[in-house]
């Protein structure tokens, strides 16, 4: 590390500024854990089952979205489910799976998060990452920075294609070492994954579990409005790229204005590790160089199984499976190191995976108390006899409230969409714009949701607390929000 990288000396080193031999000790903050911030967020929504009447739309099956969807006009009161001490407690192992019925809710993606830790431990042993990153770094010298648009710009195609959400937890773990080594902070290499596939899902353009789902529900063709979420997609990538890019620019230059500059030695003993002169002038052998091209080819692998052979957790989990033994023979790590390594990677992201249960019982006591469907009847009443301009806007921040409640873009879409979109009728306003307001409002929130596993996931594998994030994220939050009301405002008066 340069001498220009070192955070600036503090005046006088009290006890808790003198470095200690653990990097999570060093990474400890007076912020609750997300573990926490999430069970709080369990029992506020149970206090909200006995607050909000509880309440239902009949729901019929819809064909071509390929679920029931709710049916507009036919809201109705029905008795109460308030949650109480034991349901909450209950709640993060309804997270995983129902315990009573015993179907999957997010047990797969914590499975897939398991797996994938394994997988980065064996590729870990073989010491290939490091020496390969170390490497990339000496031939980038001086270009760094342009990694950050390049890779935004692909975690965004991914995102308006085919909504890349919880795939990119795979990558937190091989990005940020990178941009540490090229001298930026934590907080980059999350920005540029959480923040481009965010902004793809912001700007989707042909995503079937967002723009395909939600334009089917409207009854509308999902073409409809293409143009104006394209808009989306390009300035949001433009916006957020650029913000990133001087974000990274500033820290590398002083340290100190990383938002965890608190965290930055512990950021780089965690994520680097210790290396002599020796380690750091290495070359990669050729055992490690295959190492790293089935390393690559896994995740294109992944990525093209997602996307067209309609692959989901299960399989991408065993995909990382099979490729940490292929990985751990080749190497000649032994029966005994590839156990190892595989186990102790999995514990690094055993953490993750309980976080992604955590959210998703948020939801699962939101659903069983049944309030969601009362939320949505108060938007549809207050949306009544709006003109165009105030229509839209109140729809896009319906959709926001909303969005904290149900992360699920899919989810959201089946929930909304059906009630929400004919009343644009009334408001001489096209339905594909209620659509664009429904998916740019939850991509803007799962850029910062804390129900949404993805950016607590993202953020506990990048040792990043809540509050840092958003201490980072805000002025972006505000600069999307003003650039989304502008467009969408404009495409409603035209």
Partial sequence: ?????????????????????????????????????????????????????????DREMNEEVGREVAVPGT???????????????????????????????????ALFVIFLGGFLGVMNATGAIDTGIRSAMRHLKGHEVWMIPILMTLFAIGGTTYGMAEETLAFYAILIPVMMAAGYDVVTGVAIILIGAGIGVLG?????????????????????????????LVGGLLICAAYVMRYAIRVKADPSRSVVSGQWNAHRKLFL???????????LDR?????????????????????????????MGALFFGSALVIGIIARLGEKKLSSSFVDGARDLLGVALVV??????VVIMDQGMIADTILHSAETSLGGLPELAFINLMFWIEVGMSFFVPSSSGLAVLSMPILAPLADFANVGRDLVVTAYQSANGLVNLINPTFAVVVGGLAIGRVSYDRWIAFIWPLLLILTIFITLVISAAALL
């Fill in 204 to 232: 989707s353009t042909i995503n079937p579990f967002a723009t395909v789902i939600a334009a089917n529900a409207a009854d509308i063709p999902f073409t409809d409005g293409m143009a104006v979420r394209f808009i989306l």
């Fill in 75 to 109: 809201y109705q009161t029905v008795d109460p489910n308030p949650q109480g001490f034991m349901d909450i407690m209950l709640a993060p192992t309804a997270g995983f799976y129902d315990p009573d019925s015993y179907v999957a809710n997010a047990i797969d993606v």
């Fill in 273 to 283: 590790g210790r290396h002599d002169e020796k380690v750091l002038d290495s070359t």
């Fill in 287 to 315: 055992t490690q160089v295959i190492a790293l091209l089935i390393f690559a080819a896994t995740f294109v692998t992944m990525i093209w199984g997602v996307s067209s052979q309609g692959w989901w957790m299960a399989r």
């Fill in 1 to 57: 590390m340069t001498e220009e990288q070192q955070p600036p000396e503090k005046p006088s080193e009290s006890p808790s500024d003198i470095p200690s031999d653990s990097p999570e000790q060093d990474l400890a903050t007076r912020f609750p854990t997300a573990y926490t911030i999430l069970f709080l967020l369990i029992i506020f929504v149970a206090a909200l089952t006995w607050i909000i009447p509880a309440g239902q739309y």
């Fill in 357 to 362: 249960g955590l959210a998703r019982g948020i």
